[in-house]
Protein backbone atom coordinates (compact mmCIF):
# COMPACT_ATOMS: atom_id res chain seq x y z
CA UNK A 1 0.00 0.00 0.00
CA UNK A 2 2.97 2.68 0.93
CA UNK A 3 3.85 2.40 -3.17
CA UNK A 4 0.18 3.53 -4.02
CA UNK A 5 0.24 6.32 -1.26
CA UNK A 6 3.80 7.83 -2.96
CA UNK A 7 1.81 7.76 -6.34
CA UNK A 8 -0.06 10.53 -4.74
CA UNK A 9 1.33 14.20 -6.16
CA UNK A 10 3.51 12.01 -8.71
CA UNK A 11 4.57 14.09 -12.06
CA UNK A 12 2.91 12.34 -14.94
CA UNK A 13 3.19 12.87 -18.93
CA UNK A 14 0.52 10.82 -20.93
CA UNK A 15 1.19 7.62 -21.48
CA UNK A 16 2.91 6.92 -18.04
CA UNK A 17 1.92 3.81 -16.29
CA UNK A 18 -0.23 4.48 -13.05
CA UNK A 19 -1.37 1.70 -11.65
CA UNK A 20 -3.17 -1.88 -12.34
CA UNK A 21 -6.57 -1.63 -12.37
CA UNK A 22 -6.78 -4.15 -9.08
CA UNK A 23 -5.13 -1.38 -7.04
CA UNK A 24 -6.96 1.79 -8.52
CA UNK A 25 -9.85 2.07 -11.55
CA UNK A 26 -9.23 4.88 -14.13
CA UNK A 27 -10.32 8.29 -13.14
CA UNK A 28 -10.00 11.99 -14.40
CA UNK A 29 -7.23 12.38 -17.11
CA UNK A 30 -6.43 8.29 -17.08
CA UNK A 31 -7.22 5.58 -19.32
CA UNK A 32 -7.13 1.68 -19.17
CA UNK A 33 -5.62 -0.70 -21.53
CA UNK A 34 -5.18 -4.27 -20.41
CA UNK A 35 -5.51 -3.92 -16.89
CA UNK A 36 -2.92 -1.00 -16.54
CA UNK A 37 -3.91 2.65 -16.10
CA UNK A 38 -2.24 5.21 -17.55
CA UNK A 39 -1.83 9.47 -18.05
CA UNK A 40 -3.68 11.14 -20.69
CA UNK A 41 -2.09 14.53 -19.81
CA UNK A 42 0.69 16.25 -18.09
CA UNK A 43 -0.56 16.71 -14.69
CA UNK A 44 0.21 15.32 -11.10
CA UNK A 45 -1.72 12.07 -9.26
CA UNK A 46 -4.41 12.79 -7.38
CA UNK A 47 -5.31 9.11 -5.74
CA UNK A 48 -8.78 8.73 -4.20
CA UNK A 49 -8.09 5.94 -1.60
CA UNK A 50 -11.99 5.62 -0.37
CA UNK A 51 -13.38 5.35 -3.91
CA UNK A 52 -10.33 3.45 -5.18
CA UNK A 53 -10.08 5.88 -7.98
CA UNK A 54 -6.63 7.40 -9.49
CA UNK A 55 -7.27 10.78 -11.61
CA UNK A 56 -4.46 13.30 -13.12
CA UNK A 57 -4.95 16.92 -12.29
CA UNK A 58 -3.56 18.99 -15.47
CA UNK A 59 -0.22 20.77 -14.81
CA UNK A 60 -0.62 22.60 -18.41
CA UNK A 61 -2.42 25.54 -18.15
CA UNK A 62 -5.38 26.35 -20.23
CA UNK A 63 -5.17 29.09 -22.64
CA UNK A 64 -5.28 32.51 -21.47
CA UNK A 65 -8.69 34.07 -21.96
CA UNK A 66 -8.86 37.47 -23.95
CA UNK A 67 -9.96 40.06 -20.58
CA UNK A 68 -11.17 43.14 -20.82
CA UNK A 69 -9.76 45.94 -22.84
CA UNK A 70 -7.65 43.66 -24.79
CA UNK A 71 -7.78 43.39 -28.67
CA UNK A 72 -8.59 40.92 -30.80
CA UNK A 73 -9.15 39.61 -34.30
CA UNK A 74 -12.51 37.93 -34.70
CA UNK A 75 -14.56 37.20 -38.13
CA UNK A 76 -18.01 38.18 -38.82
CA UNK A 77 -20.25 35.52 -38.77
CA UNK A 78 -23.78 37.00 -38.70
CA UNK A 79 -25.46 40.12 -39.11
CA UNK A 80 -28.33 40.73 -37.71
CA UNK A 81 -30.48 44.51 -37.58
CA UNK A 82 -28.42 45.75 -34.66
CA UNK A 83 -26.09 43.05 -33.47
CA UNK A 84 -23.40 41.74 -35.49
CA UNK A 85 -22.55 37.65 -34.23
CA UNK A 86 -18.44 37.32 -34.77
CA UNK A 87 -15.74 34.29 -33.58
CA UNK A 88 -12.94 35.91 -32.11
CA UNK A 89 -10.17 33.61 -32.79
CA UNK A 90 -6.74 35.97 -32.05
CA UNK A 91 -5.71 38.21 -29.97
CA UNK A 92 -3.57 41.39 -31.36
CA UNK A 93 -0.61 40.06 -28.76
CA UNK A 94 -0.35 36.81 -30.55
CA UNK A 95 -2.37 34.05 -28.41
CA UNK A 96 -5.07 32.25 -31.07
CA UNK A 97 -7.52 30.53 -29.96
CA UNK A 98 -8.20 27.06 -31.26
CA UNK A 99 -11.78 26.74 -30.63
CA UNK A 100 -13.46 30.42 -31.34
CA UNK A 101 -14.96 32.71 -28.39
CA UNK A 102 -18.39 34.74 -29.68
CA UNK A 103 -17.77 38.18 -29.87
CA UNK A 104 -21.12 40.60 -29.61
CA UNK A 105 -20.95 43.80 -31.61
CA UNK A 106 -23.50 46.10 -31.13
CA UNK A 107 -24.42 48.75 -34.41
CA UNK A 108 -23.53 51.46 -31.52
CA UNK A 109 -19.98 50.34 -31.18
CA UNK A 110 -18.97 50.59 -34.58
CA UNK A 111 -18.57 54.21 -34.86
CA UNK A 112 -19.85 57.44 -33.82
CA UNK A 113 -23.06 58.65 -34.97
CA UNK A 114 -25.91 56.81 -36.97
CA UNK A 115 -25.62 54.33 -38.85
CA UNK A 116 -28.57 53.39 -40.81
CA UNK A 117 -27.85 49.47 -40.40
CA UNK A 118 -24.80 46.92 -40.75
CA UNK A 119 -24.78 46.59 -44.28
CA UNK A 120 -23.09 49.93 -44.21
CA UNK A 121 -19.83 48.65 -42.32
CA UNK A 122 -19.72 45.10 -42.26
CA UNK A 123 -20.04 42.01 -44.12
CA UNK A 124 -20.24 38.33 -43.17
CA UNK A 125 -16.76 37.41 -43.56
CA UNK A 126 -15.23 40.18 -42.86
CA UNK A 127 -12.18 39.89 -40.53
CA UNK A 128 -11.75 42.87 -37.84
CA UNK A 129 -9.68 44.00 -35.28
CA UNK A 130 -11.88 45.08 -31.99
CA UNK A 131 -11.80 45.85 -28.62
CA UNK A 132 -13.39 43.67 -25.66
CA UNK A 133 -15.36 45.08 -23.39
CA UNK A 134 -15.79 42.52 -20.52
CA UNK A 135 -14.47 39.31 -19.03
CA UNK A 136 -16.37 36.66 -20.06
CA UNK A 137 -18.54 35.24 -23.40
CA UNK A 138 -20.02 36.27 -24.89
CA UNK A 139 -17.87 38.54 -25.22
CA UNK A 140 -18.95 42.19 -25.94
CA UNK A 141 -16.58 44.06 -28.55
CA UNK A 142 -16.26 47.67 -29.81
CA UNK A 143 -14.67 48.83 -33.11
CA UNK A 144 -14.98 52.59 -32.93
CA UNK A 145 -11.30 53.70 -32.43
CA UNK A 146 -9.60 54.56 -35.57
CA UNK A 147 -7.14 51.73 -35.00
CA UNK A 148 -10.32 48.93 -34.65
CA UNK A 149 -12.72 48.04 -37.76
CA UNK A 150 -12.39 45.79 -40.91
CA UNK A 151 -8.79 44.63 -41.26
CA UNK A 152 -9.40 41.99 -44.05
CA UNK A 153 -12.82 41.73 -46.52
CA UNK A 154 -13.68 40.00 -49.52
CA UNK A 155 -15.34 41.26 -52.37
CA UNK A 156 -19.12 40.64 -52.37
CA UNK A 157 -19.26 40.09 -56.30
CA UNK A 158 -15.77 37.81 -57.16
CA UNK A 159 -14.43 36.81 -53.85
CA UNK A 160 -11.40 38.55 -54.34
CA UNK A 161 -9.49 40.39 -51.78
CA UNK A 162 -10.57 44.36 -50.98
CA UNK A 163 -7.89 47.21 -51.43
CA UNK A 164 -9.02 50.46 -49.46
CA UNK A 165 -9.99 52.86 -51.86
CA UNK A 166 -11.01 55.84 -49.49
CA UNK A 167 -11.47 56.16 -45.23
CA UNK A 168 -14.90 53.99 -46.12
CA UNK A 169 -14.58 52.68 -49.04
CA UNK A 170 -13.14 48.85 -50.63
CA UNK A 171 -12.62 48.48 -53.95
CA UNK A 172 -11.79 44.93 -55.52
CA UNK A 173 -8.88 44.98 -57.37
CA UNK A 174 -10.03 42.34 -59.96
CA UNK A 175 -14.28 43.74 -60.56
CA UNK A 176 -14.25 46.77 -59.43
CA UNK A 177 -17.07 46.78 -57.21
CA UNK A 178 -16.84 49.35 -54.71
CA UNK A 179 -18.11 48.21 -51.01
CA UNK A 180 -18.36 50.61 -47.51
CA UNK A 181 -17.08 49.43 -44.51
CA UNK A 182 -16.16 50.65 -40.79
CA UNK A 183 -12.20 50.15 -41.75
CA UNK A 184 -9.46 49.80 -39.44
CA UNK A 185 -6.52 52.56 -40.18
CA UNK A 186 -4.58 49.23 -40.10
CA UNK A 187 -6.20 47.72 -42.74
CA UNK A 188 -4.90 44.50 -44.38
CA UNK A 189 -1.96 45.28 -42.50
CA UNK A 190 -2.45 42.40 -40.24
CA UNK A 191 -0.16 39.10 -39.14
CA UNK A 192 -1.91 36.48 -37.43
ZN1 LIG B 1 -14.58 41.64 -57.15
Not at 29 to 55: K, M, Q, S
Not at 80 to 98: F, H, L, M, N, Q
Not at 118 to 145: C, H, M, Q, R, S
Amino acid sequence: MSRLKELNGLGVVPGDTLCVIEEFLPGNWTYDYDNVVRATVVGRVVTDLRFRVINVKPTVKTPQLPSKGEVVYAVVTLLYDDVAITKVSASESGRKYPNPFTGLLHISQVQEGYIKNFYEVLAVGDVIKAKVLNNNTPYILTIKEPKLGVVLAYCNVCGSLMKKHLTDTLKCSVCGNLEKRKLSINYSNVRF
